[in-house]
C-alpha cells in the first residue's frame, strides 16, 4: 500500500511530509533519520526533508526535482544523489559542510561556474555529472574541455565521474584520455602529425639468449644424489624386514618374551 498524505508539489509532482518519512523509515522523530531513500517517486518538492537533521545518506534520483532549498540545514549529510532531476542549480548544499560524495548527473546543470557553491566543501571527494551507463549528463559535459574546467573549480576532487584524479590509479586515467585526445580526428587544419615512435628501444622485445645456470645444476646433482641415497636406505631397510620375519617363523611360537 502506498504511504499516504502526499500532497501535490510544484509542476504536478508529489511533496515529501512527516507521514511519508515515517512511513519510509519506521522513524517518529524525523531528527533520528539517518538514511533515507526516496528514488523515483515523482519528488517535485522536499518540503520538511530540511528538518531530517541527523541524516547521512540520501537518495533522490529518478524524481522532478528543481531546487534543493530544503537541504540546506542538512550539515551533516555525507553522501547524496540527486541524478536524473531537473536542477539547474545546486546553491543549497554550499552549507552541507560534511558532503563527501555528489551524484548529480542526469540534471540540468549547464555551466562549470555553477558548481561554484561546492567549492567551499572541505570534505568533498567525489563527484558525477555524467554516467555513461546510465545514460545521463548535463549540458556542461558536451563541452570537451568541462572535465579540466571541474578539475580547477574544485582542486580537492579524488574522482569525477568515477574516474580517478588524485591518488593511486590516476595514471592510468590519464592515459586513457591522453589516447582519445589522440585519435579524435581534428577538424580544424594544421601541421602534419608526426610520425608515431616506438615506446621502447629496439631490440627491447628481442628474447634473451638461454644461458646455463651453474648454480641450477649442482643443485639438481645434489637433489638426484640424495634421492638417490633414499633409494638405497628405503631397500636396505626392506631386506633387513624381510630377513627378521624369516628368523622369526623359523623359531616358531614362543610362550614368553624376555627383554
Not at 62 to 71: D, E, R, V
Amino acid at each position: 500500500m502506498d504511504p499516504p498524505a502526499e500532497k501535490p508539489g510544484e509542476a504536478g509532482g508529489l511533496q515529501i511530509t512527516p507521514q511519508l518519512l515515517k512511513s519510509r523509515t519506521g522513524e517518529f522523530p524525523l531528527e533520528s533519520i539517518l538514511l533515507l531513500k526516496l528514488r523515483g517517486l515523482g519528488l517535485a518538492d522536499l518540503g520538511c526533508l530540511g528538518e531530517c537533521l541527523g541524516l547521512e545518506w540520501l537518495d533522490l534520483s529518478g524524481n522532478a526535482l528543481t531546487h534543493l532549498g530544503p537541504l540546506a540545514s542538512l550539515r551533516q549529510l555525507a553522501v547524496l544523489n540527486v541524478s536524473n532531476n531537473r536542477l539547474t542549480g545546486l546553491e543549497p548544499l554550499a552549507t552541507c559542510e560534511n558532503l563527501q560524495s555528489l551524484n548529480a548527473a542526469g540534471n540540468l546543470l549547464a555551466t562549470p561556474g555553477q558548481l561554484q557553491c561546492l567549492a567551499g566543501l572541505p570534505c568533498l571527494e567525489y563527484l558525477r555529472l555524467r554516467d555513461p551507463l546510465a545514460r545521463l549528463s548535463n549540458p556542461l559535459c558536451a563541452n570537451p574541455s568541462y572535465w579540466a574546467a571541474v578539475r580547477e573549480l574544485l582542486p580537492g576532487l579524488k574522482v569525477i565521474d568515477g574516474e580517478r584524479v588524485i591518488g593511486r590509479g590516476s595514471e592510468f586515467y590519464q592515459l586513457c584520455r591522453d589516447l582519445d585526445s589522440s585519435l579524435r580526428p581534428s577538424s580544424s587544419p594544421g601541421p602534419r602529425a608526426t610520425e608515431a615512435q616506438p615506446w621502447v628501444e629496439p631490440g627491447y622485445w628481442e628474447s634473451w639468449p638461454s644461458r646455463s645456470s651453474s648454480i641450477l645444476e649442482e643443485a639438481c646433482r645434489q637433489f638426484q644424489d640424495t634421492l638417490q641415497e633414499c633409494w638405497d636406505l628405503d631397500r636396505q631397510a626392506s631386506d633387513s624386514l624381510a630377513q627378521a620375519e624369516q628368523v622369526l617363523s623359523s623359531a616358531g611360537p614362543t610362550s614368553s618374551f624376555v627383554f
